[in-house]
């Protein structure tokens, strides 16, 4: 039962290179979300997708972009990483308004 | 500005004894909390939710009081065990509002044996 799959699990990039973070859901879920979590600021949503075929900007949406490819994918992409998005990135998916988030288990991205 | 607000970083308890976490909000419009809680290496993992129209909500050694006059949450694991060591967040949402969630800081908690 996999619930939640995030890849990869670690990436180490150079400034200035770009690259997608993939999530699937395998629970039906209509709801995704992007977060990304940095020391002592807990998580910080970066964008969702409240149903397939739409996507909404969340609290720290600059320099990313996201795809809803269908209903169990939703991907994250960073056009031109830059040193101040190293994190651990989170995908997580619900099955609609206010319900609890079933969550993966991170993209650790450091960017040189 | 933080709207939600975990201002213990870190709490030990002994084992069999009452952990107590706070969570402290700002935005009146918030009417749905939830707690989660994180192993190191893996994702956050629901635990238990509470509605504005309750006080408390009961799951198994899990307990969230809601205080909305004090704009205050917390959550009671009676009795602690050794597996309870984590990393617990709050989250609010208004759902007036869209789908957005606003976490915590997060607490440390170390449940010594």
């Known amino acids: 039962n996999a619930g939640v799959t995030q890849t990869p699990k670690f990436q180490v990039l150079k400034t200035g290179q770009s690259m997608t973070l993939q999530c699937a859901q395998d629970?039906?879920?209509?709801?995704m979300y992007w977060y990304r979590q940095d020391p002592g600021m807990g998580l910080r949503l970066i964008y969702y997708?409240?149903?397939?075929?739409?996507?909404d900007k969340g609290e720290v949406p600059n320099g990313y972009n996201v795809s809803r490819l269908n209903k169990r994918e939703f991907s994250l992409r960073l056009e031109s990483a830059a040193p101040s998005q190293t994190s651990v990135y989170f995908c997580?998916?619900?099955?609609?308004?206010?319900?609890?988030?079933?969550f993966g288990d991170g993209t650790r991205l450091s960017i040189l | 500005d933080q709207q939600v607000k975990q201002n213990s970083p870190s709490l030990s308890v002994q084992e069999g004894r009452i952990s107590i976490l706070n969570c402290d909000y700002t935005?009146?419009?918030?009417?749905?909390f939830l707690w989660y809680k994180k192993y190191p290496a893996e994702g956050p993992t629901f635990l238990i939710s509470?509605?504005?129209?309750?006080d408390k909500n009961e799951d198994g050694r899990f307990t969230v009081f809601l205080n909305k006059s004090a704009k205050h949450l917390s959550l009671h694991i009676v009795p602690s065990q050794p597996g309870d060591s984590a990393v617990y967040f709050c989250?609010?949402?208004?759902?007036?509002?869209?789908?957005?969630?606003?976490f915590g800081t997060g607490t440390r908690l170390k449940v010594l044996a």
């Open positions: 997580a998916s619900s099955e609609g308004n206010f319900q609890p988030q079933h």
């Open positions: 629970m039906n879920h209509n709801s």
């Open positions: 997708s409240a149903s397939e075929g739409t996507t």
């Open positions: 935005n009146s419009m918030f009417d749905y």
């Open positions: 509470i509605s504005s129209i309750k």
């Open positions: 989250a609010a949402s208004a759902t007036s509002g869209t789908y957005k969630y606003i």
